[in-house]
């Protein structure tokens, strides 16, 4: 094959290196911002359920804080969409986790009103057993909504467990485990609540307050 050919198809190689990567690059940016975006929504959605639009005039996404605490169930920051109407608080969605699922860490959204009174939970993820646990799935049974318009005093403390461990709140047949996971965390998750109740609603937490002063730093 003479030299020129041989030159010629390996600058061709080339040019179709470049371009695939180059395809391949631009394919996996669109597709992460794509995913990002449902994610997004898919979030909202939830948050919606929980604290319909007809309750605040903010925007949740805006209004967030994060918060460390072992009751919520991880050592990571927890996000914490704050509510408000005419700059009022009305409710916070908190993102804790229960960690003794039957299948590992159980992602949660407990939203609890000002008052102390749960909204409601719904559940951002889990590894829990298809038929069984996955029952706390809103979309496949109405065990979570149960916990809609309960607190801390209602019902009693001693009650706060599922009714195998002499509580009040439903199990599944044949996985006690699982919800006991749940009921448990959302429990913690009030505690933690009411005892950081004006702490969460402060606009400006620490973390943010630390942010905001590196960002003028290097401002």
């Given amino acids: 094959m003479p030299l020129k050919n041989m030159l010629l198809g390996a600058f061709l190689l080339g ?26 929504e898919a979030l909202l959605s939830l948050l919606h359920q929980l604290v319909p639009p007809k309750r605040h005039d903010n925007d949740l996404f805006e209004d967030v804080t ?17 509510a408000r109407r005419d700059g009022e ?35 951002l993820g889990h590894q829990e057993t298809p038929g069984l646990g996955d029952k706390i799935e809103a979309e496949r049974s109405d065990w979570i909504l149960q916990f809609d318009r309960c607190s801390l005093e209602q019902p009693r403390p001693s009650n706060w467990a599922v009714k ?11 996985a006690t485990i699982t919800p006991r996971a749940v009921v448990n965390a959302v429990h913690d998750t009030l505690i933690y609540f009411q005892n950081n ?10 973390a943010e307050a630390d942010e905001q002063e590196e960002d003028e730093e290097h401002g």
Avoid: C, W
């Fill in 89 to 123: 608080p009305v409710a916070a969605v908190l993102a804790p986790v229960a960690p003794e699922g039957y299948g590992g860490n159980i992602r949660l959204l407990v939203a609890i009103n000002i008052d102390g009174t749960l909204a409601g939970v719904r559940v």
């Fill in 197 to 206: 109740r004006e702490m969460l609603f402060e606009r400006n937490s620490a």
């Fill in 164 to 174: 195998k461990d002499g509580g009040v709140f439903d199990q599944f047949t044949g």
């Fill in 15 to 40: 040019v179709f290196a470049i371009a695939g990567t180059g395809l391949v690059a631009l394919t996996h940016s669109v597709t992460v911002e794509r995913i990002a975006q449902n994610e997004r």
């Fill in 66 to 82: 994060y918060v460390t605490d072992p009751r919520l169930g991880t050592s990571r920051p927890v996000p914490v969409y704050r």
